[in-house]
């Protein structure tokens, strides 16, 4: 059973014993503190149609630690309709994934592009391979 290493706490950088969190015992709880505060605030029937910036106006809960909230599951967007949190690329409001719809095509429409290219750089590179083959097969048949 392993004790825990030496770390630096990625919230604040306090020097702690690290076992199974990132984080420092004392930023652990101002965590579970914010989460407190959102769910709280979620729970209010008058507040379930609140965007994320508006939550994390009335609560002072970053849209960076709510967005880690709903990603882990801890915050759900099922009973909260305008909930969402930033895709991470153009910052549009989305429910699931890091991506919205219209990034992740762009970037699967990159990936095709770039495989096509990939595969004629291979293929150039294989005829020119072939072409040298066939050269000093041709230089040694003349000597």
Do not use: W
């Not at 604040?12 to 959102?38: G, S």
């Amino acid at each position: 059973m392993s004790l825990g290493k030496l770390a630096n706490c990625s919230r604040c950088d306090a020097l702690f014993v690290q076992t199974v969190r990132d984080i420092c015992p004392n930023c652990y709880q101002q965590v579970e503190q914010e989460y407190e505060k959102c769910a709280r605030f979620l729970r209010k029937r008058e507040n379930r149609g609140a965007t994320i910036h508006q939550v994390s106006e009335a609560t002072g809960v970053s849209v960076k630690q709510i967005t880690r909230f709903i990603k882990e599951g801890r915050i759900s967007v099922e009973g909260n309709p305008n909930l969402g949190y930033p895709c991470e690329i153009c910052g549009i409001l989305i429910r699931t994934g890091n991506m919205c719809d219209a990034c992740m095509k762009g970037l699967k429409h990159e990936i095709t592009q770039q495989l096509e290219v990939d595969q004629r750089l291979e293929q150039d590179a294989r005829a020119r391979q072939a072409e040298a083959a066939a050269y000093r097969r041709k230089q040694n048949r003349d000597e």
